[in-house]
Each structure stands twice: as C-alpha cells, then as structure tokens.
C-alpha cells in the first residue's frame, strides 16, 4: 500500500487527514510561503488529536535555504521542543550558496532530532546536483527526501522521481511533493515505482465575520484574501487513497 503524507496547516487540518486515512501528515505554518515552523501550540494539540504520524517542518522563515547562526539555532531550539511535545519526524533542509547540502547543519539537526525521522524537504529542488546530493543524503542517515523532481510539478519532474527512486535502491525514501492530484496521482505512482506521497488536500472556507472592512489588510502587497483560509479536506484524502488502492495500469 502507497503511504500517504498529507500537508497540513492547523491541528483542525491533522484531524481531517486522519478522518480521511492518512498514514501522516506535516505540519506547517505559512503554507503561501511553502511552510515555517508551526508554533508549539498547534505541535502539542495536533499531537493530542492524532494517532496517525506527525512530522513537523523546521524552517525558520520562507526564502531560501541559507542560514544564518541565529536561523540555525532558532531550528535547534525547535527540534528539541517538537521532540519534547512527542512528534514522530521532523522536516529539515539546508543548503550552501553553491547550491550543495550543508552537511555539518544537517548532521547537527539530526543529531538533535532522533530518534525521531528525518526528512529532508524541497531544499534538495535546489541542489545543483541531484544525484550526488542523494548520495550525500544517504550517508548521513536521513530517511526520507521529498522532491517534486527538481521542477515545477512531479509530472515535469517525473523523469527524475523516477531515477531517484532507482538510485535509492530502499537506502532511503523518495517522497514525491508538489503538484500532485487526482488526474496525475496514479500516473505518478505506475511510473515512478515510489511507495509514498506528499500532497495538500485543502478546501477553502469562508471567514464567520459579518462586518468586514475590505480596505484593511494584515499582510503585504502580495497576499491572501483576508477572509478566506484553507483547512484540509477529509473527503479529498479518502478519494486520494480510494485512487492509489485501484490496481496499477499496465
């Protein structure tokens, strides 16, 4: 059976997967910035609400994958309090200006990390090179990479899901992430041969609030609209899973 990992945004969303079947969900903040660091109320209540796993992305802004000494000590510190508050894995990335895997960070924040997982996320899209920077990957230990492929989509990607996987060799999980939906799930699937898979199930619900003042909002120029949010769609998840349980085309 295919794994399923859901992206998630609140400790409402983490309840929704479940409902929906999912094998785990990562929890983020600030999904419009492709996920931050969730704020330890919503790790413990997400925690408190699930029995499937929970992963938590550690990523102390959006941007780039560049740290600094006080970004990466800020990851540390969450490491240890997301440990704390007893989640299954956390979601890691770190790269030097070459564009290579920064190995002594990452050796840092797995250390810190287990026993929990470790996965490393979409900063490996950013690897100058893939195949070495899997290889890398491998011997430090981590457990899992989800790529999109280096590219837009998984299906522009999919060439390179696909050689990954073959390279891993089950050394380490090839997750494909981004862009993936009912029209290309099972495609992704067949061609790739990957055993898990990443994807938002999100709906979007309107704001309860009946005086709106439409000439305020909280953000920057770039934004979302001010009274609409999104929370994981519990029906989605299950047509996800009723699609990956058809058997493969041939």
Same mark, same amino acid.
């Given at each position: 059976?295919?794994?399923?990992? !859901?992206? !998630?945004?609140?400790?409402?969303?983490?309840?929704?997967?479940?409902?929906?079947?999912?094998?785990?969900?990562?929890?983020?903040?600030?999904?419009?910035?492709?996920?931050?660091?969730?704020?330890?109320?919503?790790?413990?209540?997400?925690?408190?609400?699930?029995?499937?796993?929970?992963?938590?992305?550690?990523?102390?802004?959006?941007?780039?994958?560049?740290?600094?000494?006080?970004?990466?000590?800020?990851?540390?510190?969450?490491?240890?309090?997301?440990?704390?508050? &007893?989640?299954?894995?956390?979601?890691?990335?770190?790269?030097?200006?070459?564009?290579?895997?920064?190995?002594?960070?990452?050796?840092?924040? !797995?250390?810190?990390?287990?026993?929990?997982?470790?996965?490393?996320?979409?900063?490996?899209?950013?690897?100058?090179?893939?195949?070495?920077?899997?290889?890398?990957?491998?011997? %430090?230990?981590?457990?899992?990479?989800?790529?999109?492929?280096?590219?837009?989509?998984?299906?522009?990607?999919?060439?390179?899901?696909?050689?990954?996987?073959?390279?891993?060799?089950?050394?380490?999980? !090839? %997750?494909?992430?981004?862009?993936?939906?009912?029209?290309?799930?099972?495609?992704?699937?067949?061609?790739? &041969?990957?055993?898990?898979?990443?994807?938002?199930? %999100?709906?979007?619900?309107?704001?309860?609030?009946?005086?709106?003042?439409?000439?305020?909002? %909280?953000?920057?120029?770039?934004?979302?609209?001010?009274?609409?949010?999104?929370?994981?769609?519990? &029906?989605?998840?299950?047509?996800?899973?009723?699609?990956?349980?058809?058997?493969?085309?041939?």
């Amino acid at each position: 059976m295919i794994k399923t990992e !859901i992206c !998630i945004n609140s400790p409402e969303s983490a309840v929704a997967a479940q409902q929906g079947g999912a094998d785990r969900v990562e929890l983020c903040a600030n999904l419009l910035e492709g996920g931050t660091t969730p704020s330890l109320g919503a790790v413990k209540l997400a925690r408190e609400r699930i029995e499937i796993g929970l992963h938590v992305i550690i990523r102390p802004r959006g941007g780039d994958f560049l740290f600094n000494e006080f970004e990466v000590e800020t990851m540390k510190e969450d490491i240890v309090a997301i440990k704390a508050c &007893g989640a299954d894995g956390v979601v890691i990335g770190s790269l030097l200006p070459d564009g290579t895997i920064d190995r002594p960070q990452i050796e840092t924040l !797995i250390k810190l990390a287990r026993p929990m997982s470790v996965t490393f996320h979409r900063a490996f899209d950013m690897c100058q090179d893939a195949a070495k920077s899997l290889e890398e990957l491998i011997d %430090m230990g981590v457990d899992r990479v989800l790529t999109s492929g280096q590219e837009e989509s998984v299906i522009e990607g999919i060439q390179l899901i696909k050689a990954l996987n073959e390279q891993a060799r089950e050394r380490i999980i !090839i %997750m494909p992430g981004g862009g993936i939906t009912p029209r290309n799930l099972r495609r992704l699937v067949d061609e790739t &041969g990957v055993r898990e898979v990443h994807f938002a199930a %999100m709906r979007t619900i309107s704001s309860a609030m009946t005086f709106r003042n439409e000439r305020v909002y %909280m953000g920057g120029t770039l934004r979302p609209p001010e009274y609409e949010s999104q929370v994981t769609d519990h &029906g989605a998840v299950t047509a996800m899973r009723s699609i990956l349980s058809h058997p493969p085309q041939t």
